[in-house]
T-cell receptor, first 116, second 115 residues
């Protein structure tokens, strides 16, 4: 069975500092990995994804994530945090073996708070 | 490009009543998803459609929840009868045809409160 874990409920970072939001996963086949962000009273927005290829993927708003197969991780990173990055972040995984028929599983979310 | 539309945005009902939610996906998106997001948790997939066929409904409480996508475009999700634990935000999402590697576009959600 596939699963995804976000070990930190909340991450606090000072503006201008680098940030990392952690995600680990478990799937039987090759993972399709996604990060989404949710701002207050709004739906989820796609940030980036890893399907295949380079382990470092770049996405919206200056975010990037590194796929690490040996550690089964897909941590979200940004070199310099902005106050506007404060939001709820979700990691999601899908088993790539079953294409569109496989279910996508979302993590429980990490609240990112950037202080000025 | 218009996004995923959902209505209503908010709904308050009493337990044992019924309620329906509507979703209009992005034009051309064959795959449509309904999620339940309880406060403090990540979205949980309830049902996934590919055109008008059901791909996955393993987490849909079928004794009270139903969903349809008759013409492969709009979709409705119904709860009958509602329970207190159904209080949540119901999210609709759609994605372009592909091999499961396409990102999903989410609507604003419907916040359901069951009293």
């Amino acid at each position: 069975a596939q699963s995804v874990a976000q070990p930190e409920d909340q991450v606090n970072v000072a503006e201008g500092n680098p940030l990392t939001v952690k995600c680990t996963y478990s799937v039987s086949g090759n993972p399709y990995l996604f990060w989404y962000v949710q701002y207050p009273n709004r739906g989820l927005q796609f940030l980036l994804k890893y399907i295949t290829g380079d382990n470092l993927v770049k996405g919206s708003y200056g975010f990037e994530a590194e796929f690490n197969k040996s550690q089964t991780s897909f941590h979200l990173k940004k070199p310099s945090a902005l106050v506007s990055d404060s939001a709820l972040y979700f990691c999601a995984v899908r088993d790539g073996r079953y294409s569109s028929a496989s279910k996508i599983i979302f993590g429980s979310g990490t609240r990112l708070s950037i202080r000025p | 490009e218009a996004g995923v539309a959902q209505s209503p945005r908010y709904k308050i009902i009493e337990k044992r009543q019924s309620v329906a939610f509507w979703c209009n996906p992005i034009s051309g998106h064959a795959t449509l998803y309904w999620y339940q997001q309880i406060l403090g948790q990540g979205p949980k997939l309830l049902i996934q459609f590919q055109n008008n066929g059901v791909v996955d409904d393993s987490q849909l409480p079928k004794d009270r929840f139903s969903a349809e996508r008759l013409k492969g475009v709009d979709s409705t999700l119904k709860i009958q009868p509602a329970k207190l634990e159904d209080s949540a935000v119901y999210l609709c999402a759609s994605s372009a045809p592909g091999q499961g590697n396409n990102e999903q576009f989410f609507g604003p959600g419907t916040r359901l409160t069951v009293l």
